[in-house]
């Protein structure tokens, strides 16, 4: 109707089409707006209002069906669209594999051509990326994922195909497991009384991180990271050596080496080994009888280490810190008894370092370093026969032929009445050092018979020639 104040009303719908079997009056046509209503350019049109304008249905042929297709009548079949589905919860996770599936809930009016799931690292998942197709129940359906790595987060869809294109369903996500790590245990070196040589290698991590390794021992089988006897030697898959501390002389024990992931900790294999005996403990004994050539000294063993002593005595060097490596040594035999050693073959006024040392099957001790010197050794002299004798004189002399090791500081004869003339009776110097001398004694007494010998002192030690003797003229 033409528009007025308020719009007509618009004009009533045709009527139905006839039916196969009966005919059927049409629906009544909506109202539409006022003055919106379009007009009809041919005969069989309908018109539905789509909420916000009227919208034409062209004709259709004898014997065709009307269908509602989502609220909208059309001649023949609805036409097809997406399918609907949901993703299946994934099932059956281990390290490489898992399952999905899918629930489809409409297959969009058309046949389904395909069916099944994909997936992905990364979110939605398409055809694009890794899937599987389904040949088993187009309704409901559960396929195998395979290839999978392991320890990863994966993303999966399920999916259908109709004529019309392919639809995802939900997103689920999963992740697949670790598997256990594994390590081989180093066998034990470098063993003595406290410690040992440990660690691993061949670590392999299962697909997690390495959080943890190290070594656990104990003195009883099977030890574990609950024990506080255990080494951290870091993260990652890297072999690894550690020095197990603390331990007892003479004890076993058991050994493993362990790697941590977010997974689990696995051990190698279990090593036994035995600590050595201790080195045995001692002092050393304080040098006496201290010659120019010679001394003593000795060793005190306070532990034998939990081992048998196999060798004791006491070492020495112009050196600090000699060892029995050095040919310089005693032996005192192989008890727990303390000894006295002679030192011997010196050097006159050197200064040597001595230590006492002890030996078992957990290596050598040392006693403390003691040092000394030498003395000088005497030096050797000849003495001359007397010359240009008088009633009250002589001419006296010899000859310094070695100053022991030390240099002579004054050399001369001495004389007397008495056999064994020394320093403390009459003394004549000539000089200092090596070398021949003579000196004239002027103070005699005639007719006399004197005892007469050579001097040398050399680092506050007097040595002596050997003794003549003569008369003076009466």
């Known amino acids: 109707g033409a528009t007025g104040a308020k719009g007509d009303t618009g004009a009533q719908g045709p009527a139905g089409p006839t039916g196969a079997a009966s005919t059927v009056p049409g629906p009544t046509g909506p109202q539409g707006p006022a ?6 350019t041919v005969a069989g049109e309908m018109n539905y209002w789509n909420g916000t304008a009227w919208v034409t249905v062209a004709p259709g042929t004898n014997n065709q069906n009307l269908t509602f297709c989502n609220g909208v009548p059309t001649w023949g079949p609805c036409p097809a669209v997406l399918p609907t589905l949901t993703t299946t919860a994934v099932l059956d996770i281990t390290n490489f594999s898992a399952s999905s599936g899918g629930a489809v809930t409409s297959n969009g009016g058309a046949a389904l051509s395909a069916w099944g799931v994909c997936w992905s690292t990364s979110a939605n998942p398409t055809l694009a990326n890794s899937f599987l197709q389904n040949t088993v129940s187009s309704g409901s359906f559960r396929s195998a994922l395979s290839g999978l790595t392991l320890n990863t987060t994966y993303y999966v869809r399920a999916f259908p195909s109709n004529s019309s294109g392919t639809a995802y369903g939900n997103e689920v996500t999963f992740k697949t497991l670790a598997t ?27 697909g997690s991180a390495v959080t943890a390794k190290g070594v656990v021992w104990s003195t009883s089988t099977g030890p574990t990271v609950a024990l506080a006897t255990k080494s951290n030697d870091g993260t990652g898959t890297s072999s690894f050596t550690t020095t197990v501390p603390s331990l007892s002389p003479v004890t076993r024990y058991y050994i493993r080496a362990y790697v941590t992931t977010s997974f689990a900790t696995a051990y190698g294999p279990e090593i036994s080994f035995l600590t050595t005996a201790n080195p045995p403990t001692l002092s050393t004994v304080a040098i006496s009888s201290i010659t120019s050539t010679s001394a003593s000294s000795g060793g005190t063993i306070t532990s034998d280490g939990l081992g048998s002593i196999t060798a004791k005595g006491v070492v020495w060097s112009t050196s600090t810190q000699p060892t029995i490596a050095l040919s310089t040594k005693t032996s005192n035999g192989s008890s727990n008894a303390n000894y006295t050693s002679s030192i011997t073959g010196l050097a006159p006024v050197t200064k040597y370092y001595v ?40 001419i006296l002399g010899g000859e310094v032929t070695n100053e022991g090791g030390a ?18 009776n009459n003394k004549q110097a000539t000089g200092t050092g090596l070398g021949a001398f003579t000196t004239s004694v002027t103070t005699l007494t005639r007719n006399t018979k004197y005892y007469v010998r050579t001097y040398a002192i050399n680092a506050s030690r007097t040595s002596y020639g050997p003794e003549i003797t003569f008369n003076t003229l009466p």
């Open 35 to 40: 003055g919106t209503f379009p007009p009809g």
């Open 180 to 206: 256990n790590p594994s390590i081989l245990t180093y066998t034990p070196s470098n063993v003595t009384g406290s410690t040992a040589l440990a660690g691993g290698y061949n670590i392999y991590d299962g």
């Open 355 to 394: 230590r006492s040392y002890a030996t078992n099957s957990g290596g050598t001790g040392y006693g403390a370093e003691v040092s000394f010197t030498t003395l000088a050794g005497l030096a050797v002299l000849t003495t001359s026969n007397a010359t240009s004798i008088t009633i009250t004189s002589a």
């Open 407 to 424: 240099a002579v500081s004054e050399k001369g004869v001495v004389w007397n009445t008495l056999t064994a003339p020394t320093v403390s």
